[in-house]
């Protein structure tokens, strides 16, 4: 596959057009993401629609299954695309997607690298932010996995900027000079190596697990294999109930999801611990000196063994 593609972010057209991918929402809070084809037939609990009704239609407007049941007609948004993949995988969530093409630095142009694939709802959001000149490279070594995400990335559009490989990154990966890598592995610890010869220097790095001890495990592996600038986010997302005069929070939260852990692979072949974190400098002195002290008290505590101290014997007067 070729760059050379149309971007992803056309002028949003006005009326639907066969072949466009559309969202149909219902009243009861449904949304549905179908492509429209003239000849189909789309099937829900509120009746049928046909395409062809559709096509043309004005986005935005309200159309009638045969039942007489309204639902409305709308562009997809970001958020609708990689919520609605046919799931292989959990998912990266919209919330945790956008925060990460943020740090990322991801921009149309950028190239970044991204293993796991998984289901390709994260895929389908950084080809998003680097198309229509950048490239994403996407690696998942699961043969089924690989072939739910293809056919996502598909539907979505988003298939023309996205070079796919179904390959273990255990040997690294087939491209250097990066500009951002995103890792979603179980240990992401035992790749960065991998991850520093495919990142270019002072790049951006992201990862995200599930649990604080896989958080401590990456955390150490990157102040070993010389990365600076590390940070440790989690994203908690509540929603408002839209209703004016009783205004308050849904009872339904998304709350954790994965803790999000970025850096930067640096260039210190000195002192790469320099550029640790303040709070980490100061946990390392604490440690320090509580190991001096433990030295100190354990030999002491030796001394009382063998009796005391011992002192020269002194002369006596007279």
Not at 95 to 116: C, F, Q, T
């Amino acid at each position: 596959m070729t760059a050379s593609h149309a971007s992803p972010h056309p002028e949003t057209q006005s009326t639907a057009q066969a072949g466009q991918l559309v969202l149909l929402a219902t009243g009861d809070g449904k949304r549905y993401l179908i492509r429209l084809q003239e000849g189909a037939r789309f099937h829900c609990h509120l009746g049928t629609l046909a395409h062809d009704d559709l096509i043309g239609q004005p986005l935005g407007a309200t159309v009638y299954s045969q039942l007489g049941h309204p639902l409305l007609l709308l562009e997809p948004s970001l958020s609708d695309l990689m919520k609605r993949v046919k799931r292989a995988t959990q998912i990266i969530y919209p919330k945790d997607a956008a925060y990460l093409v943020h740090r990322l630095n991801l921009r149309a142009g950028s190239r970044v690298i991204e293993a796991g694939t998984g289901s390709g709802s994260l895929t389908i959001a950084l080809a998003w932010a680097v198309a229509p000149t950048g490239r994403v490279y996407t690696y998942e070594s699961r043969p089924e996995t690989f072939l739910t995400a293809q056919r996502n990335l598909e539907r979505a559009g988003m298939l023309p900027y996205v070079e796919m490989h179904q390959a273990s990154i255990q040997d690294g990966f087939r491209q250097s000079g990066v500009d951002a890598l995103m890792l979603d592995v179980r240990e992401p610890w035992r790749f960065l190596e991998q991850v520093r010869k495919a990142l270019r220097p002072g790049g951006f790095f992201a990862s995200l697990v599930p649990t604080t001890n896989q958080v401590s495990g990456l955390i150490e592996g990157m102040e070993a294999t010389g990365f600076a600038d590390i940070d440790v986010v989690e994203l908690l997302l509540r929603r408002y109930k839209p209703v004016p005069d009783r205004l308050r929070p849904d009872e339904n939260m998304v709350g954790h999801t994965g803790f999000l852990i970025f850096g930067r692979p640096i260039l210190d072949p000195q002192d790469p611990q320099r550029w640790l974190s303040q709070e980490r400098r100061r946990y390392q002195a604490r440690k320090a000196t509580q190991a001096r002290i433990a030295t100190e008290e354990a030999r002491r505590a030796a001394e009382q063994e063998q009796g005391g101290k011992k002192y020269p014997r002194l002369p006596l007067p007279g």
